[in-house]
């Protein structure tokens, strides 16, 4: 097993288990001195994706959702994260909710831009998993009040969201 951080659309359990099957919930989890930014710059779409940013500052820190996934299944979530293009794996000590400190690996952007709005369909996805595991209010706040754009692909936007019908397996763009 792999302990495994996720911060952005991958925090959505059901988006999680359609790219990599065997990821079970852990328990929430904290990284200190990072700040979630919709600022990496996608390989795939060209819009917004999450990032766990080092910042060094104390007061920052990115809420998420500790998994453990089978190690032969890192490849597919490596393949999801575009690593080595779009984002590089990094590994982090996180803490759980009831204090544990445990090490996982993260994936963190190596395409920053700025000035990129994330598809509405993008935040569902990182708002649907912070709200299905809790996270707190104010965070839940800050992620919701992020400006985002409409896709005019509406194919993709209904692919996207349909792993939240159950009918469906869901898709494999990139989002951790």
Not at 53 to 65: A, E, I, K, S, W
Request: with cysteine; proline share 3%.
């Amino acid at each position: 097993m792999l302990y495994y951080f996720s911060y952005g659309s991958n925090m959505s359990t059901r988006r999680l288990r359609a790219r990599t099957p065997s990821a079970r919930k852990v328990n929430n989890a904290s990284l200190f001195q990072h700040q979630l930014l919709f600022h990496h710059a996608s390989e795939i779409d060209g819009t917004a994706k999450c990032n766990a940013l080092y910042t060094g500052n104390p007061v920052h820190v990115v809420h998420g959702v500790l998994f453990a996934i089978d190690k032969h299944e890192k490849p597919v979530l490596d393949k999801c994260e575009s690593l080595g293009i779009g984002y590089e794996e990094k590994f982090v000590s996180v803490e759980t909710i009831d204090g544990n400190i445990i090490e996982a690996l993260t994936y963190t952007s190596l395409r920053v831009k700025e000035d990129l709005k994330p598809f509405s369909w993008y935040k569902q996805h990182v708002l649907r998993g912070a709200i299905e595991h809790g996270l707190p209010e104010e965070y839940l706040v800050s992620i919701d009040t992020v400006d985002s754009i409409f896709d005019s692909n509406q194919t993709r936007h209904e692919q996207e969201l349909a792993v939240y019908d159950s009918s469906t397996t869901g898709s494999t763009s990139s989002g951790h």
